[in-house]
């Protein structure tokens, strides 16, 4: 009898459960009308009736529908987006009145087989050839932009990001001499001499900014003028560190420099822009977008007050034409406006998606792409979103950002639990070299998996925001099967330019972070630091294991400072100028590194200070192909292993498939195996489901 009852009442409550609603849809078409229901995928014969013409629009439907039924959702609800280009007047902007429920999500997707794009960006049309200096271009009339009103730093045309004029058009050219008393490192000038014929007095010099790479970092400077004679160029802001000879750099926007098809030029005070087509373009057929918006979809929560924008999914859509360039009311982080850029990785630069008070958010098989910006920045109080198989390329700076540079103390203010999967980031930095490709500052408990990244001019990921071993929240991320390359050295060959980059960059505090089963190469510094894994000031207590590093300038590992840190079962291989690099002594266990392969043809085994013996080496077979005597430390193989390192190691030829052909794997036999190293497959590094948004029409 008991048994019946329990069986009653259990099925009465799978009964009485409440179910949503069938999916309340509606549409937003490039040719709709925000008069209309928005209820129909394109307009009635009559025209009376039809898809909304804007986002904002669908967004305020689903406003009044929430308000109909009493303040909240009675069933899912999508919003499609036909394909084409929406050049938003402002920013779509999400607020918790905006959200959706677990059982009620609200969807803004790519109508099927289409891909719609939120554009930041306006059309430039009315284009006219003419001749100017005997040089055929285009010009457009831009007058919204005569004296500064709206002055752009990029333009698209036909959907190829094309160069603001600079010179030299492929390469770089380098500083000369730096003529001001050395005040130390940290401190930037106001000018530099520049070598004979370099640099000119042309006549829109003034309209010019020469960028100049240093150490880690790009600074942008608005050209003041310059004294042929002197072979001195002065500046209206000074550079971020000192500028050293050798450094390189270029020199952009001069309207003498629009030499070549694809460099274009922006009068401010005419508001002509001109450029130089490429053979066989059609000025009366091209689409040309500049950028007017620095973001395109603000997601605007209140953590604080448990005010979330919540349980919304993106999907199929493309994100496009954002530009940030130093505003004179900017806050960005570490940003001072006397200074042209960033002390590290373009930390100010904002996403062209940006949320805040942001939990249970997806973005899948989107893309951001063309923009002036990083592509998408999970900030303050952002917790368990998600962004899967999206593709960010074509990037001023960097792919993702998550978290913030300060250490927030109310845990409801706090980003943590997200993921980054399946992502495809290439050819980032364009604009702001030190970019990253995937940034996450202090926040912690985030997932990193299976992304692709490469053609960045810095590092692809970088972990934490605490220089030392102060209070820090960059704890226990996970990065797993991960493919980095062409960090700092191009696909194409360009570069390196800066210094002090790696595949993987961490700061602080790292307890259970875990670096795993990643494919790290070609990673080139200029002066130094091609690092595959780099662990910087103060990185504590992480775990590098099971990852293939091979082809990078200066070591596939490095540790600058830190505490307790564990290197084991990696295979690190062709390094160039050394293999395992560790900088500084201090009074504790510094990192141990064991059950690790070394395969190497050139440089010596280990480079840095490790005069303080506070670090362990065990277990680890090391091969120089070339027969050379293996040194490490400068001491004899004996007197190393006296000093209690590498005692159960060997020195013997891993028997590798085919390392001159990036085959890694073992042959039976090899004598890795008998020292307990444990044999990991990359296959299925990177993207494990189709990336992006598809090849539907837009526009």
């Given at each position: 009898m008991m048994g019946t009852l329990l069986s009653i009442l259990t099925a009465s409550t799978v009964v009485a459960a409440p179910t949503p609603a069938k999916t309340t849809v509606f549409y937003v078409a490039p040719g709709g009308n925000d008069a209309w229901s928005g209820t129909r995928a394109a307009p009635n014969r009559e025209k009376t009736d039809g898809p909304f013409a804007t986002p904002q629009r669908a967004r305020d439907a689903i406003r009044a529908l929430k308000q109909r039924q009493g303040g909240a959702l009675k069933q899912p609800v999508t919003v499609y987006l036909r394909g084409g280009l929406y050049c938003l007047a402002e920013p779509l902007v999400l607020t918790p009145e905006d959200s959706g429920t677990a059982e009620c999500p609200v969807t803004w997707a790519a109508y099927p087989d289409e891909l719609p794009a939120l554009s930041g960006g306006r059309r430039i049309t009315g284009w006219q050839p003419v001749t100017l200096d005997g040089k055929a271009l285009w010009a457009a009339e831009v007058p919204e932009a005569r004296d500064?009103?709206?002055?752009?730093?990029?333009?698209?045309?036909n959907g190829t990001r094309r160069i603001r004029a600079r010179y030299p058009n492929r390469g770089y050219l380098e500083v000369a001499e730096n003529p001001d008393p050395d005040e130390g490192w940290g401190k930037g000038?106001?000018?530099?001499?520049?070598?004979?014929?370099?640099l000119k007095a042309w006549a829109t010099v003034s309209d010019a900014e020469v960028v100049v790479a240093n150490r880690w970092v790009e600074s942008h400077l608005p050209v003041e003028r310059v004294d042929e004679a002197e072979r001195m160029v002065h500046f209206t802001k000074r550079s971020i560190f000192r500028l050293d000879p050798g450094d390189k750099y270029y020199i952009e926007h001069a309207l003498e420099l629009l030499d070549q098809p694809g460099e274009w030029y922006l009068d401010r005070k005419t508001g002509t822009l001109y450029t130089m087509p490429f053979p066989g373009e059609d000025p009366a057929k091209a689409e040309a977008v500049a950028p007017a918006l620095s973001q395109v979809v603000r997601?605007?929560?209140?953590?604080?007050?448990g005010l979330w924008v919540e349980h919304l999914k993106f999907e199929g859509l493309k994100f496009a034409h954002t530009e940030w360039y130093f505003p004179a009311d900017s806050k960005a982080a570490w940003f001072n406006p006397e200074v042209g850029g960033f002390a590290q990785a373009a930390v100010g630069v904002p996403g062209a998606v940006y949320g805040e008070g942001v939990q249970h958010v997806a973005f899948e098989r989107c893309g951001f792409l063309h923009?002036?910006?990083?592509?998408?920045?999970?900030?303050r109080g952002c917790r368990n979103n998600r962004i899967h198989a999206c593709e960010f390329s074509d990037l001023a700076a960097g792919g993702v950002k998550i978290g913030e540079t300060q250490v927030r103390e109310q845990e409801a203010e706090r980003t943590y639990g997200n993921e980054v999967s399946d992502c495809y980031l290439h050819h980032g930095g364009r604009?702001?070299?030190?970019?990253i490709g995937i940034w996450c500052g202090q926040s912690y408990n985030n997932r990193f998996l299976h992304n692709h990244i490469h053609d960045f001019y810095y590092s692809g990921f970088s972990l934490g925001w605490t220089w030392g071993y102060g209070p820090a929240?960059?704890?226990?991320?996970?990065?797993?099967?991960?493919?980095?390359h062409h960090i700092g050295v191009q696909s194409d060959g360009d570069g390196p330019i800066l210094s002090d980059m790696a595949g993987i960059y961490t700061l602080g505090l790292q307890e259970g972070t875990v670096i795993r089963g990643n494919l790290w190469h070609d990673v080139a510094g200029l002066r130094y630091g091609g690092w595959g894994i780099y662990f910087d000031e103060g990185t504590t207590r992480i775990v590098a294991e099971n990852n293939l590093v091979y082809r990078t300038t200066h070591g596939s590992f490095h540790q600058h400072y830190g505490k307790e840190n564990v290197v084991r079962n990696n295979i690190f291989a062709f390094a160039r100028d050394w293999q395992i690099q560790a900088s500084r002594p201090e009074e504790h266990q510094r990192f141990t590194l064991e059950g690790n392969i070394v395969y190497w043809d050139q440089g010596p085994l280990l480079s840095g200070n490790l005069s303080d013996f506070h670090f362990g080496f065990d277990r680890n077979l090391y091969w120089q192909t070339k027969g050379e005597a293996i040194q490490p430390a400068g001491l004899a193989w004996e007197e190393w292993q006296a000093k209690g390192m590498d005692r159960g190691s060997r020195?013997?030829?891993?028997l590798f498939e085919d390392p001159e052909h990036d085959n890694f794997t073992l042959k039976p036999g090899s004598p890795a195996l008998e020292l307990g190293f444990k044999p990991f497959d990359l296959k299925d590094v990177g993207p494990r489901v189709p990336v992006g948004p598809g090849k539907g029409s837009e526009g």
């Amino acid at each position: 009898m008991m048994g019946t009852l329990l069986s009653i009442l259990t099925a009465s409550t799978v009964v009485a459960a409440p179910t949503p609603a069938k999916t309340t849809v509606f549409y937003v078409a490039p040719g709709g009308n925000d008069a209309w229901s928005g209820t129909r995928a394109a307009p009635n014969r009559e025209k009376t009736d039809g898809p909304f013409a804007t986002p904002q629009r669908a967004r305020d439907a689903i406003r009044a529908l929430k308000q109909r039924q009493g303040g909240a959702l009675k069933q899912p609800v999508t919003v499609y987006l036909r394909g084409g280009l929406y050049c938003l007047a402002e920013p779509l902007v999400l607020t918790p009145e905006d959200s959706g429920t677990a059982e009620c999500p609200v969807t803004w997707a790519a109508y099927p087989d289409e891909l719609p794009a939120l554009s930041g960006g306006r059309r430039i049309t009315g284009w006219q050839p003419v001749t100017l200096d005997g040089k055929a271009l285009w010009a457009a009339e831009v007058p919204e932009a005569r004296d500064g009103g709206w002055f752009f730093h990029q333009l698209w045309i036909n959907g190829t990001r094309r160069i603001r004029a600079r010179y030299p058009n492929r390469g770089y050219l380098e500083v000369a001499e730096n003529p001001d008393p050395d005040e130390g490192w940290g401190k930037g000038q106001k000018r530099f001499r520049f070598k004979e014929g370099d640099l000119k007095a042309w006549a829109t010099v003034s309209d010019a900014e020469v960028v100049v790479a240093n150490r880690w970092v790009e600074s942008h400077l608005p050209v003041e003028r310059v004294d042929e004679a002197e072979r001195m160029v002065h500046f209206t802001k000074r550079s971020i560190f000192r500028l050293d000879p050798g450094d390189k750099y270029y020199i952009e926007h001069a309207l003498e420099l629009l030499d070549q098809p694809g460099e274009w030029y922006l009068d401010r005070k005419t508001g002509t822009l001109y450029t130089m087509p490429f053979p066989g373009e059609d000025p009366a057929k091209a689409e040309a977008v500049a950028p007017a918006l620095s973001q395109v979809v603000r997601l605007e929560g209140t953590p604080e007050l448990g005010l979330w924008v919540e349980h919304l999914k993106f999907e199929g859509l493309k994100f496009a034409h954002t530009e940030w360039y130093f505003p004179a009311d900017s806050k960005a982080a570490w940003f001072n406006p006397e200074v042209g850029g960033f002390a590290q990785a373009a930390v100010g630069v904002p996403g062209a998606v940006y949320g805040e008070g942001v939990q249970h958010v997806a973005f899948e098989r989107c893309g951001f792409l063309h923009l002036g910006t990083y592509g998408i920045e999970l900030g303050r109080g952002c917790r368990n979103n998600r962004i899967h198989a999206c593709e960010f390329s074509d990037l001023a700076a960097g792919g993702v950002k998550i978290g913030e540079t300060q250490v927030r103390e109310q845990e409801a203010e706090r980003t943590y639990g997200n993921e980054v999967s399946d992502c495809y980031l290439h050819h980032g930095g364009r604009i702001f070299h030190s970019a990253i490709g995937i940034w996450c500052g202090q926040s912690y408990n985030n997932r990193f998996l299976h992304n692709h990244i490469h053609d960045f001019y810095y590092s692809g990921f970088s972990l934490g925001w605490t220089w030392g071993y102060g209070p820090a929240l960059g704890y226990g991320n996970l990065v797993e099967g991960n493919h980095v390359h062409h960090i700092g050295v191009q696909s194409d060959g360009d570069g390196p330019i800066l210094s002090d980059m790696a595949g993987i960059y961490t700061l602080g505090l790292q307890e259970g972070t875990v670096i795993r089963g990643n494919l790290w190469h070609d990673v080139a510094g200029l002066r130094y630091g091609g690092w595959g894994i780099y662990f910087d000031e103060g990185t504590t207590r992480i775990v590098a294991e099971n990852n293939l590093v091979y082809r990078t300038t200066h070591g596939s590992f490095h540790q600058h400072y830190g505490k307790e840190n564990v290197v084991r079962n990696n295979i690190f291989a062709f390094a160039r100028d050394w293999q395992i690099q560790a900088s500084r002594p201090e009074e504790h266990q510094r990192f141990t590194l064991e059950g690790n392969i070394v395969y190497w043809d050139q440089g010596p085994l280990l480079s840095g200070n490790l005069s303080d013996f506070h670090f362990g080496f065990d277990r680890n077979l090391y091969w120089q192909t070339k027969g050379e005597a293996i040194q490490p430390a400068g001491l004899a193989w004996e007197e190393w292993q006296a000093k209690g390192m590498d005692r159960g190691s060997r020195i013997a030829d891993p028997l590798f498939e085919d390392p001159e052909h990036d085959n890694f794997t073992l042959k039976p036999g090899s004598p890795a195996l008998e020292l307990g190293f444990k044999p990991f497959d990359l296959k299925d590094v990177g993207p494990r489901v189709p990336v992006g948004p598809g090849k539907g029409s837009e526009g």
